[in-house]
């Protein structure tokens, strides 16, 4: 396990991983499609608080939620919180194909500055800054799947929480790894801030802790196979969700919008 002191070594603004983990040469090239913007101080971010807050949108079948102060350490999401604070339910889904929900698991301190002494002298996590998308794909180097059962459902998760979704934002997700799939350099474009992998999210993660300022995930049920009784995508009409993600799509790839006839 890296020592912390190392760990600046380990993330010169684009993902590394320590030796011997996986093959360097490999590793290098997918660093450099998976850009990490993060906060090298000693724990300076633009929040007020560094407690997990959580705001939940949507029937619990259907949920999405913007966490801020989201912790990531050892390949799991961590909510730290105050006893006695309320936090909703927040379990969501994060994958057309996978019926079980995502919960962050949850520790608890008895007052906030224990929480906060905790945060500041004993984990002093690497802040991944600015927005997170974050969702799980199957089948990426299909570009039906890539678009409308990954990306678009989890833009629609995007935009129950304005106005992040027309602002750049960073992608994380959890696909398989994929030599020449070039569904990921729209992922990439399309967010704006880059695609991080889970994958090698999770290899940093391995005794280091990162915080992410804003991460918005629940986009299980907005897929294109989930058919909805007006034959629209889900969130296509009353989001407006169909336009909107067209129109960034168009953006991010310097295409000119089509002249409405």
Same mark, same amino acid.
């Given at each position: ?10 993330? =010169? ?11 360097? #040469? ?17 724990? !300076? ?5 560094? %407690?997990?807050?959580? %705001? ?13 102060? /989201? &912790?990531?350490?050892?390949? %799991? ?8 604070? &309320? ?39 690497? !802040? ?5 998308? $974050? ?10 799947? *890539? /678009? ?5 459902? *989890? &833009?629609?998760? /995007? ?13 994380? *997700? ?21 695609? /991080?992998? #889970?994958? !090698? ?26 058919? #909805? ?11 407006? *969700? ?14 000119? $919008? =089509?002249?409405?006839?």
């Amino acid at each position: 396990m890296p020592r912390k002191e190392n760990i600046k070594s380990l993330i =010169p603004n684009v993902l590394k991983v320590v030796k011997n983990q996986i093959d360097e #040469q490999h590793y290098l090239k997918e660093s450099q499609k998976h850009a990490l913007t993060y906060t090298n101080s000693k724990f !300076i971010h633009h929040n007020k608080t560094v %407690e997990t807050t959580i %705001e939940c949108v949507g029937s619990l079948y259907n949920q999405s939620c913007l966490y801020h102060n /989201l &912790y990531y350490v050892d390949s %799991e999401f961590m909510v730290l919180t105050v006893k006695g604070t &309320y936090l909703p339910t927040y379990s969501v889904r994060i994958d057309a194909f996978v019926l079980w929900p995502t919960t962050p698991k949850e520790r608890v301190f008895d007052s906030y500055s224990d929480l906060e002494k905790f945060v500041r002298t004993v984990i002093d996590p690497k !802040i991944i800054s600015s927005v997170t998308l $974050y969702f799980g794909q199957y089948w990426h180097d299909n570009i039906g799947h *890539a /678009l409308f059962d990954g990306l678009y459902p *989890a &833009y629609v998760a /995007l935009i129950r929480f304005p106005p992040r979704h027309l602002q750049p934002f960073r992608i994380l *997700a959890r696909i398989n790894d994929c030599n020449g799939c070039w569904s990921e350099d729209i992922y990439s474009r399309f967010g704006g801030l880059g695609l /991080l992998k #889970q994958s !090698i999210l999770d290899k940093m993660s391995k005794g280091n802790w990162f915080m992410f300022e804003e991460l918005i995930m629940g986009s299980g049920t907005f897929c294109q196979r989930c058919t #909805q009784p007006n034959l629209q995508l889900p969130g296509g009409v009353e989001l407006d *969700a169909s336009r909107l993600f067209r129109d960034r799509m168009y953006q991010q790839h310097g295409v000119f $919008y =089509p002249i409405i006839r």
